[in-house]
């Protein structure tokens, strides 16, 4: 007799959205590989997750690193009300535009300048866009496995398949999306993270073409890998040197190891930060900053074109400085601290017990989990070796224990996680992983 599983109210929804979205997603990352569909979610609350069948989740996503705050805070609910009284302003200048670009050039080191837009993409494309006004010059480096977004400009390399990606030490460009014009592959050259020979020829041999190199200062988006003692400070010094512009993309690291971002951390200012995510307070912000000397390439003070009508927005900028506040006191970073020193350790110990081998590269409030490896990455191919197959299992398992990880590189933890929270998730995880190693 065949057996009949009862649909659940997820996969309904999902049937019905495929009709109508390509793929029935809004964002084609939203697709949960261990689900086979996207994790369809109700509503939020704190650190919790509500599915649409009404089961609940600790949420170890944070919406891809924008809900630092956890959801809802009442700060930024408070914001966005604020917003709403005030008739959602869209496309006009308010006081509050320049009190969120002075607590950012308060905290971040590299700020000068602010100026606002919305996505992370397009903050990226508008920094290559004012170094090349800057320096006159065309050409960007990047990173093989650093992602700065979904434009054509840096569309290469950001997890190339490894049997398409060249040699270690000179990265073939690989396109990650069909539809870009070939014609824009001379503007960029990928270079391996973390080798300091690499880059230091690339530039002093194309000094004359290059008009930025652009860098997750942390690369979250390949396993949380930290740069070489010496690497980002040689970086600093050899671009300045030859004219280049040093682009910081703290999209992803803003506001995970501190207020003052990855490059408060490592000690190293660039010329030029985008920064995004977190910085809304959950509410869709982005934003280009830097040194007064490089952003007045900018309009209207320079050449490089920057405008918009939802740039902005006011319920992003009223809920981005509800975030700001917070992120000025040394509570909250206190207790982000104090949740990675136990929830860190725990991972450890609950997959080491379970006997299911992962390398937990942790930094801040965000972490990768790498399946399979026992060594800590210094460069994207060593980290893409991670076994996908056994953590796709990990993290269908977990969503079964009531804890929520999407199937990508990074996950991470918010303001409104406690202890308990860390806790119950670690009892949550130590089970998902002893089912996975025991199947
Ligand atoms: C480092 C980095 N840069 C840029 C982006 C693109 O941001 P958005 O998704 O807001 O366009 C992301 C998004 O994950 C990111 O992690």
Known sequence: MALTRAVSRAERLYNQAEQVLPGG?????????????????ARGEGARLYDVDGREY???????????????????RA???????????????????????????????????VRFATSGTETTWHAIRTARVYTGKHVVVKFEGHFHGYHD??????????????PADAPEPYVESAGIPPELQQFVIVLPFNDLDALEQTLRA?????????????????????????????????????????????????????????QGYLGVTPDLTTLGKALGGGTAL????????????????????????????????????????????????????GLGKRFYPGLGDAFERAGLPVWVQAVGARFCLLFGLDAEPTNYREAARYDRDL?????????????????????GFSAAHTMADVDRALEGIEAAARRVAAS
Request: hydrophobic letters at 50%; proline letters at 6%; charged letters at 15%.
């Open 25 to 41: 997603v809004t964002a084609a990352a939203r697709i949960n590989a261990a689900l086979g569909r996207p994790f369809v979610v």
């Open 206 to 262: 194309r000094a004359d073409e290059i008009a930025a190199v652009i860098v997750e200062p942390i690369n979250y988006n390949s396993g949380a890998i930290l740069p070489r003692p010496g690497y980002l400070e040689a970086m600093r010094a050899l671009t300045r040197e030859l004219g280049i512009v040093l682009i910081f993309d703290e999209i992803l690291s803003g506001f995970r190891t501190g207020p003052d971002c990855a």
């Open 79 to 113: 914001a966005i009300e604020e917003a709403l009284a005030r008739g959602i302003l869209c496309a006009h200048e308010l006081p509050e535009h320049a009190v969120a670009a002075r607590r950012i050039a308060e905290l971040v080191p590299s700020a000068e300048l």
């Open 391 to 411: 953590a796709t299992r990990f993290y269908g398992a977990a969503l079964e224990e009531g804890v929520y990880f999407h199937t990508m590189w990074h996950h």
């Open 58 to 76: 600790i949420d170890f996503c944070t919406s891809f690193g924008a809900s630092l705050l956890g959801h809802g805070h009442p700060a930024v």
């Open 153 to 166: 400009y840096l569309g290469y390399s950001a997890w190339p398949p490894l049997d398409r990606a060249g």
């Open 286 to 337: 982005s934003a280009f900053v830097g040194s007064r000397e490089v952003m007045g390439a900018v309009s209207p003070l320079g050449g490089a074109v920057h405008s918009g009508t939802f740039n902005a927005h006011p319920i992003a900028i009223l809920a981005a400085n509800a975030f700001l506040e917070l992120a000025r006191t040394p509570e909250f970073w206190a207790h982000l601290d």
